[in-house]
């Protein structure tokens, strides 16, 4: 297909033009299920977000394969034992999953016996030792970079193959241009990942096995930052506290009552985390990943999902839910070392933030974080990569515009230029320029970011 | 335009349509230029790297404004003393000049006054005392990180909008996923570009402003890298060897006698240079940028630099041909801080390359970065962004992926995995995981970079 991308574009846009006459029937659906799911969730969540959430995994399961929304609309009310069995971790495939493997497009890749219960890799269970040893033999990556300043690698991507919608490349670039900028001024290296290393478990479960390989090759990173390319950096002064979490391997922006007491689907969210390179983080990633496998696996965890989480609308298994399921399951094991963070906007869901920008240059200024001006702005169910042109994609790519603009300003001010609105991609300038460029300091301090990054964690 | 992105893509689609009828004109206009071009320079560059230039600027110009290629096929033999004065510097406007620039799309951000001659900023003469002066203060940034290894800034960037050819945003951004890469295994930081700084100096000259801005803001830096979007990195374990540039301040690819003797305007390339942070940087960008400003001054200075280079077709004054012109006619005053490099690529025209990756890797290995593999492979005259759908530019795209995938494997292979061609965005394994993770090294020693790169750079 790449051998010919000119013939790859007519046949997508053939496919597109197939695609369109399914979004009728999908919204049919969308309505049917919105409202289960509204009613199911209205009582616990926000149920704004709900709507989000809820669109967001139509959007993703839409471009996968639409008819299956029905076929799950009408098994929602059962309670499938095997489901149970599977979320507890073994896999009881049939010949049909194994043959639903077999046409699936990466299922080449598929080296895994599928009487075997799955696992991210080889059983690993002295991590900490050997990482010790190695930052003892390797005293030129040390773990820590500064006084609480952690090393630290932000972990994103996308998919290695053009987006259906043509215009989510754009947003891609524009999201890891946003990206690129925050991780150069605080000191932070980037991995862009594009490759899908485990067929099966494609989608969003794709992010477990790449952040395990990527633990144990970089044992001099001490914290490795997952964000989706649908987050965008708001906040290009806001340092993360890293001395709070000093006691923690796991942050997520977070309520424990929601987690713990309401098993809230919406209770944490999994699009932007941090995680502590060390054994915890290999056992709690096992005990994460067995909903993720694709087929049987990942529908029937899907179903135990939906009928313990609160107010989780009816689809296939996905990492979020699973994580809050394991957490609320689990707390003994896990919970003392998950750090709910709810101070700041490690993750922030867009519905509520873009409207407020004006408001927050109005009122506040960078460095804050919180819903005075958030750290991250997360467009949960957005999905620009994504085939589908309703009103909705149509505000959202308008907002990542202006989320965009927002927290490139801060970036542009450093040199003298800002935005000529939120919704301009134009500049302008905002001081004129000086023989002694040495004595502009910009408001920020963020010119000479190192320094500024430790200065800012220590304060 | 942004504040409606599918009204946007519905008119960028009608847009389309209407250009289509355009090709086959431009296509004819082609050939007679293209001839015209090869019949100038066969004698002196390589054919073959003249075609895919002169390909280069016809598609840059197509895109703005097709039909003028042919009043410049038919101005060629003028000899237009007013362009020679331009050139010197004196920008004599007049009122067509004037109201042509207000027309223009960016004539809004335009401040300079027509009967003054461009600059790029307020004169600065004192530069490498104030730098030394803030490097003396400020001893937490360093200019050099290590032993011959100096701080580098990597600059990039494209444009504000997204690609009239759709598929063209995917490009951009496997082009910064592989810039990424390489900087991170190098220690070398990324300033990535979407911002109009100064609407006088669009197109090829856009760098520059940037340049002087980024030189200016930043002390720290001691060596800027310009990088064009559609150049990738082809060897990732190639450290430049700074130590060779130590007395000099401007280093590209290109061959003495090419540029001093022949004055060919393809004597060097422009597309990826290394450019020291100090007053010299800011005296030649002084003398590069006077060519630059869009309407009467670049089109009469085109005609000049057409007129006294070898083997350039007829088009408006660009970056590359302007610094031949300048190092050719004012050797004494530069040459002896210029490097023309051309023991490895740091700049490698794609038509000689990406038809031996096979061969490459069945008889070398990275970290060559010469033609046996080659540093980076610019894509000259490709422009993907660019709407053109003819033949080349399907062989273009084609040949990205492959470069994209021949960089990408170097990246891979550290992490144990393969593209299972260079035509393939799919990766397989290479080895088998293991529960010592960091006894496993990766032959090309690239999984602990800082370290090897400063370890490279003093081998």
Known sequence: MMDNCLGAQRSRKIQRAFRHCKVTILCLLLTVVVLRGTIGAGKFGTPEKDLAEIRDHLYFRKRAEPHRVLEEVQTTSENDRAGADSNAGTNNYNEFDIKKILVDEESDDLKHDPNEPYSLGPKISDWDEQRSKWLKENPSYPNFIGPNKPRVLLVTGSSPKPCENPVGDHYLLKSIKNKIDYCRLHGIEIFYNMALLDAEMAGFWAKLPLIRKLLLSHPEVEFLWWM?????????????????????????????????????????????????????????????????????????????????????????????????????????????????????????????????????????????????????????GCKPCGKFGDYSVERCLKQMDRAFNFGDNQILQIYGFTHKSLASRRVKRIRNETGNPLDVKDELGLLHPAFKAVKVSSS
């Open 228 to 380: 989706d390319s649908d987050a965008m950096f708001t906040d290009m002064a806001f340092e993360v506290p890293w001395e709070r979490y000093k006691d923690f391997n796991f942050v997520m922006h977070g309520w424990n009552e929601m987690v713990y007491d309401q098993k809230n689907w919406i209770g944490l969210n999994t699009g932007s985390f941090l995680l502590r390179n060390g054994q915890w983080a290999l056992d709690i990633l096992d005990a994460w990943s067995p909903m993720g496998p694709k087929g049987k696996v990942r529908e029937e965890a899907g179903k135990v999902l939906t009928r313990e989480l609160k107010g989780r609308p009816v689809f296939e298994a996905d990492d979020q839910s699973a994580m809050v399921y394991l957490l609320a399951t689990q707390r003994e094991k896990w919970g003392n070392k998950v750090y709910l963070e709810n101070a700041y906007y490690l993750h922030g869901y867009w519905g509520i933030l873009v409207d407020r920008y004006e408001e927050m240059i109005e009122n506040y200024h960078p460095g804050l974080g919180d819903h005075r001006w958030p750290l991250v702005t997360h467009f949960v």
